[in-house]
Nanobody, 127 residues
Framework: QVQLVESGGGLVQAGGSLRLSCAAS????????MGWFRQTPGKEREFVAA????????YYADSVKGRFTISRDSAKNTVWLQMNSLKPEDTAVYYC????????????????????WGQGTQVTVSS
């Protein structure tokens, strides 16, 4: 089992930056592909970014490519999402997710591929 706890959300002005953290517990973290998703009220949860177990492969939604960076440190059992040049449309609850598979590509955007989910952290970008 892997338990995930997100932190780092908050209120930021457009153009600003935030860094989300996802702390994982459980001995399978080092072999798990990890991802970030986001959701706004009334909309489906959408893929943001994912990273393979080794960190050698990363995947991004087109809407965040070039602005967001996903990274991980297995020694610290942590995954980060660095978000730069934030836009009001990035406002959402951001969820960390983990998979029993080490690399989900090319299915990293599929919600059902992930086995573990955090509780979410709110990110609000003001214009």
């Amino acid at each position: 089992q892997v338990q995930l706890v997100e932190s780092g959300g908050g209120l930021v002005q457009a153009g600003g930056s935030l860094r989300l953290s996802c702390a994982a517990s459980g001995r399978t973290f080092s072999t798990a592909a990890m991802g970030w998703f986001r959701q706004t009220p009334g909309k489906e949860r959408e893929f943001v970014a994912a990273i393979s177990w080794s960190g050698s492969s990363t995947y991004y939604a087109d809407s965040v490519k070039g602005r967001f960076t996903i990274s991980r440190d297995s020694a610290k059992n942590t995954v980060w999402l660095q978000m730069n040049s934030l836009k009001p449309e990035d406002t959402a609850v951001y969820y960390c997710a983990g998979s029993g598979s080490g690399n989900l590509g090319p299915h990293e955007y599929i919600i059902d591929e992930y086995d573990y989910w955090g509780q979410g952290t709110q990110v609000t970008v003001s214009s």
